[in-house]
T-cell receptor, first 114, second 109 residues
Framework: EAQVTQNPRYLITVTGKKLTVTCSQNMNHEYMSWYRQDPGLGLRQIYY???????DKGDVPEGYKVSRKEKRNFPLILESPSPNQTSLYFC?????????????FGSGTQLSVL | KNQVEQSPQSLIILEGKNCTLQCNYTVSPFSNLRWYKQDTGRGPVSLTI?????NTKSNGRYTATLDADTKQSSLHITASQLSDSASYIC????????FGAGTRLTVKP
């Protein structure tokens, strides 16, 4: 089944403790991206990747890192999480460059930073 | 100011009734507009895409319209069902993608 898989679904952590949210897609998509979703603000892009070893900042990249060493994986790294990073996170992928293309989303990761 | 504004923010209707969700945008130049449905606890799923030359497109009980002159789109849901309860997100593409904040629809029995 074609899908984007995120893990974990729920995560509670404390300020400053490094964490990684994994994202994997099995559709051989070139484009992958990360979003955070906050009430009233909608989805905001954190980082995106056009292909392996090619990543770029989105609208809200501060406090986040990503890597794209393999085509299927695009982990999101929070080196030193802070409470303002408490949010619902989504990974998404599309066949090629994301603009206008249909995005396939993972089921989300609810992160709470205490 | 967000370049994609959706209204209403939330909506409650009775099962079987129709409803219309609005999306107004200032994004330019326009490439296309997508409507996504996001069930609670899930990621958004694409419902339909509207390109510049399309005015109306239907997908089952969902009908999307686009007026590129006034930069407005609507999503009309006919004969609503409980499973239509979700958030509906409008995404407009120009040189990048701009997301609306969504409309939260609740269908009650």
């Amino acid at each position: 089944e074609a899908q984007v898989t995120q893990n974990p679904r729920y995560l509670i952590t404390v300020t400053g403790k490094k964490l990684t949210v994994t994202c994997s897609q099995n559709m051989n998509h070139e484009y992958m991206s990360w979003y955070r979703q906050d009430p009233g603000l909608g989805l905001r892009q954190i980082y995106y990747s056009m292909n392996v070893e090619v990543t770029d900042k989105g609208d809200v990249p501060e406090g986040y890192k990503v890597s794209r060493k393999e085509k299927r994986n695009f982990p999101l790294i929070l080196e030193s999480p802070s409470p303002n990073q408490t949010s619902l996170y989504f990974c998404a992928s599309s066949f090629r460059q994301g603009i206008g293309e249909k995005l396939f989303f993972g089921s989300g990761t609810q992160l709470s930073v205490l | 100011k967000n370049q994609v504004e959706q209204s209403p923010q939330s909506l409650i209707i009775l099962e079987g009734k129709n409803c219309t969700l609005q999306c107004n945008y200032t994004v330019s130049p326009f490439s296309n507009l997508r409507w996504y449905k996001q069930d609670t606890g899930r990621g958004p799923v694409s419902l339909t895409i509207m390109t510049f030359s399309e005015n109306t497109k239907s997908n089952g009980r969902y009908t999307a319209t686009l007026d590129a002159d006034t930069k407005q789109s609507s999503l009309h849901i006919t004969a609503s069902q409980l499973s239509d309860s979700a958030s509906y997100i409008c995404v407009v593409s120009a040189d990048d993608m701009r997301f609306g904040a969504g409309t939260r629809l609740t269908v009650k029995p």
